[in-house]
C-alpha cells in the first residue's frame, strides 16, 4: 500500500520540484556576479571559458550566513590552481579565506560566515565547456535550532530520525549526526523510510554520508526523494549531514545503524616465483577483495599482458616482456614488474592507490623473490627462494647439435668428449662462462679430486675451451681413467652468470691468476653435475657376463619345467596302459561268442 502512495506521490512531488526549479533565479551569459541583499536565494549559475566573477551577499542583520554549493560541475580534469570557488568570510576578497570548491572537492560544501556579509568568486579556465553550479544561502540565528537535529550516537547500533519526523521537517535546516562506535569495527546506515524532496541532482533537500568525523571530505554518497538508501563506512567513524530549503517539506526519515567487526588484518595471500626464464605472480581473489578490488581491476606495467583468472589471479610471463625492468648494480640482477589496481569502469574513486611490485633478484647460488604490496605508504614484504636453470650435457661433436642421452655414457679411453653448459633464460642480454671443472670417480666429489678448469684456466693438456655464445659454455677434453681403479667419471663445474652488456664481467676476463681473481664480478654463481663416465671395456665386460648368466640359465632346467616334463610322461605311459587293456578284453569276447545260422524251415 506505502508503495502504491509513493507511486501516485511521485508525479506530484516532480511537479513541486518543477515548479520550484522554475522560481530559481539563474544568472548565466553576459551577467557575472551580483549583490546580494535577500534573506534567502537559490541561484543557479552557468558560466562558460575565462570567467573571473564575484558574490557578494550582504544584510544589516544581527544573524549569520549559512552557504550550501549543492551541486557544482567544472571544467573536466582542471585543478585548484585554474578553476574554483573561493568563499571569503567577509564583504570583499580581502576577507579572510573561509573555504575553496574544486573539482575534486569530495563534499557537498556547507560554510558559515562569522557576520552578516559573505564573498564568493567563480574563476574558470580557458577550456570550452558549460560550467554549472547551484548555490543557497539564508541567514540564521546560530543560537535556534530544531529539536531532534543532530548530536553524538556511541552506542554499538542505534536509531535517529529527521526533526519532526514523520510529520513534515522544518525548512532551513542544517542537522549533523556523527556516529562512532567500538575501535575495529565499521557501520552499517538503513533508512528505513526516506521522503526528502525530488530532485536529479539532490540539489534542494538531500541528506549526505561522510566516511569520518568531518563534512570537508570523504563523501560516500548523497540522496533525496523517495527511497531507502543503504551506505556503509570504512572504520569506526561516520557522519550524516540533513539540508533543507524554504520550500516542499515532506515527513523524513528514520535510520538505523549498527556495528560489524571488522576482519583481521589480511596477510598478503601472495605467490612469486622466479626461474631464469619467467616470472609468475599468483593473487587470491580474496586478498584482492580486501584491498577493495576485484580481478578485473589488475594490469601489469605492459596493459596488453593480461592474466589467466581462475580460483587465483595467474599472471605468467617471460623475464624479458611485459613492461619488465632489469637492473644490475654490480652484485646482482633484478628483474622488476608492477601490478597497478585501479577500479573499471569509474570515472572518479575514492579507494586509495595500490600497487603490487614484484622483484626477482638473481644472487649468488640462489634466486631471492621479493613480492610486495604498496598501500598509503605502507609495504608488505613476501621472499622465497628459487634458482636459475642451468644444465650440462655431453654431445657427440663439436657442432653440438646431438646430446648423448645414455647414462652411464661409455667411452674409449683418450676419445674426446664435448661438453656443453647451458642457461635456460628468455633474457639475451645474459652470458655464460665456465670457472671451474673438476672430476671424480665419486657423486659426492670426496677427497679425490682432479682439476680440468680453475678459474677460467685450463689445467689439463687435452681441455680445449670455446668462445662464448649466448647462453652457452662449451669445452672438451680427452676421456681418462682414475688410477685407483674406480669405474666412473663425473665431472662438476662453477658456472658464472654475467651481464652481457657490461664489458668489465668476469665473464669477459678468461683466465684470471689467484692475485687477480676479485678486480671482476659476475652475477650469479652455480653448480652443475654430470656422470657417470666409463669406459667401453666396462660395458663389453658387463656384456660378456650378461651373456654367459644367459647362457647359464638356458642350459640349467627349471625345477618347474622339470616337474611338467615328469608329470607329463606318467599321464602317456598311464594312456598306453588302458589303450592296449580295452584292445585284449575286446578280442577275448570276440573268441567266446560265435555266430550259427538258423536252418531254413521249409
Not at 670457472?435 to 689445467?459: E, H, M, V, W
Request: glycine share 4%; aromatic share 10%.
Amino acid at each position: 500500500m506505502r508503495a502504491l502512495r509513493q507511486f501516485l506521490l511521485l508525479p506530484l512531488i516532480a511537479a513541486l520540484a518543477l515548479a520550484q526549479d522554475n522560481s530559481i533565479e539563474s544568472t548565466g551569459g553576459p551577467r557575472c556576479g551580483a549583490s546580494l541583499h535577500e534573506q534567502n536565494k537559490a541561484l543557479r549559475i552557468e558560466l562558460n571559458a575565462n570567467a573571473n566573477c564575484a558574490w557578494q551577499i550582504q544584510r544589516n542583520t544581527n544573524q549569520t550566513i549559512r552557504l550550501v554549493f549543492s551541486h557544482f560541475k567544472f571544467a573536466p580534469s582542471s585543478s585548484c590552481e585554474t578553476e574554483s570557488i573561493k568563499i571569503y568570510d567577509g564583504p570583499s576578497t580581502n576577507s579572510p579565506l573561509l573555504g575553496q570548491v574544486c573539482n575534486d572537492t569530495d563534499a557537498v560544501p556547507v560554510l558559515q560566515s562569522s557576520s552578516d556579509s559573505l564573498t564568493f568568486t567563480i574563476t574558470t579556465n580557458s577550456v570550452a565547456f558549460t560550467r554549472n553550479f547551484f548555490v543557497f544561502y539564508y541567514y540564521f540565528s546560530p543560537e535556534t535550532r530544531p529539536e531532534n537535529c543532530g548530536g553524538q550516537l556511541t552506542g554499538p547500533n542505534g536509531t535517529f530520525t529527521s526533526p519532526n519526523y514523520p510529520a513534515a521537517y522544518p525548512e532551513f535546516t542544517y542537522c549533523v549526526w556523527h556516529i562512532q562506535t567500538a575501535k575495529n569495527s565499521k557501520i552499517k546506515l538503513q533508512f528505513q523510510d526516506f521522503f526528502l524532496e525530488l530532485d536529479k541532482n539532490c540539489q534542494f533537500d538531500f541528506t549526505a554520508v561522510y566516511d569520518g568525523l568531518t563534512t570537508n571530505t570523504g563523501l560516500i554518497g548523497k540522496a533525496c526523494g523517495l527511497a531507502q538508501p543503504k551506505f556503509e563506512s570504512s572504520s569506526n567513524v561516520m557522519t550524516v549531514v540533513l539540508f533543507t530549503d524554504y520550500a516542499n517539506s515532506y515527513r523524513g526519515f528514520s535510520a538505523q545503524y549498527t556495528s560489524v567487526p571488522l576482519p583481521g588484518p589480511v596477510e598478503p595471500d601472495t605467490l612469486l616465483t622466479c626461474s631464469s626464464d619467467s616470472m609468475k605472480i599468483v593473487l587470491s581473489k580474496s586478498y584482492l577483495a580486501s584491498l577493495g578490488y576485484k580481478e578485473t581491476d589488475l594490469q601489469l606495467s605492459d596493459p596488453s599482458c593480461t592474466p589467466v583468472i581462475t580460483n587465483s589471479v595467474i599472471f605468467s610471463f617471460p623475464l624479458a616482456s611485459c613492461g619488465t625492468t632489469k637492473k644490475d648494480d654490480g652484485q646482482s640482477i633484478t628483474y622488476t614488474n608492477i601490478i597497478s589496481l585501479s577500479p573499471t569502469g569509474n570515472i572518479i574513486t575514492r579507494q586509495k592507490s595500490v600497487q603490487i611490485i614484484a622483484k626477482c633478484k638473481m644472487e649468488n647460488n640462489s634466486t631471492l623473490e621479493v613480492i610486495y604490496v604498496t598501500k598509503s605508504n605502507t609495504i608488505q614484504n613476501t621472499t622465497a627462494v628459487g634458482r636459475y636453470n642451468v644444465s650440462m650435457s655431453f654431445y657427440d661433436s663439436d657442432s653440438f647439435s646431438k646430446p648423448i642421452h645414455q647414462s652411464p655414457y661409455y667411452v674409449d679411453l683418450n676419445q674426446t668428449l664435448f661438453a656443453q653448459v647451458s642457461l635456460h633464460s628468455t633474457d639475451p642480454n645474459l652470458s655464460v662462462f665456465v670457472d671451474t671443472c673438476i672430476a671424480s670417480p665419486q657423486p659426492d666429489f670426496g677427497s679425490l679430486t682432479y682439476d680440468l678448469i680453475r678459474s677460467g684456466c685450463n689445467k689439463d693438456d687435452t681441455v680445449v675451451t670455446y668462445p662464448p655464445l649466448e647462453h652457452y659454455g662449451r669445452f672438451k677434453f680427452n676421456a681418462f681413467r682414475f688410477l685407483q681403479g674406480s669405474p666412473s667419471v663425473y665431472l662438476q663445474c662453477d658456472i658464472l652468470i654475467c651481464d652481457s652488456k657490461n664489458a668489465n664481467s668476469r665473464c669477459t676476463k678468461g683466465c684470471i691468476s689467484r692475485q687477480k681473481r676479485a678486480i671482476s664480478s659476475y652475477m650469479w654463481k652455480t653448480k652443475t653435475v654430470v656422470g657417470p663416465i666409463r669406459l667401453k671395456r666396462n660395458l663389453r665386460s658387463a656384456d660378456n657376463s650378461e651373456s654367459l648368466a644367459k647362457a647359464d640359465a638356458e642350459e640349467t632346467p627349471n625345477p618347474q619345467q622339470y616337474s611338467f616334463y615328469t608329470l607329463s610322461l606318467v599321464v602317456l605311459i598311464s594312456n598306453i596302459i588302458i589303450v592296449v587293456a580295452v584292445i585284449l578284453k575286446y578280442r577275448k569276447r570276440q573268441a567266446g561268442y560265435g555266430y550259427q545260422k538258423i536252418p531254413n524251415s521249409y
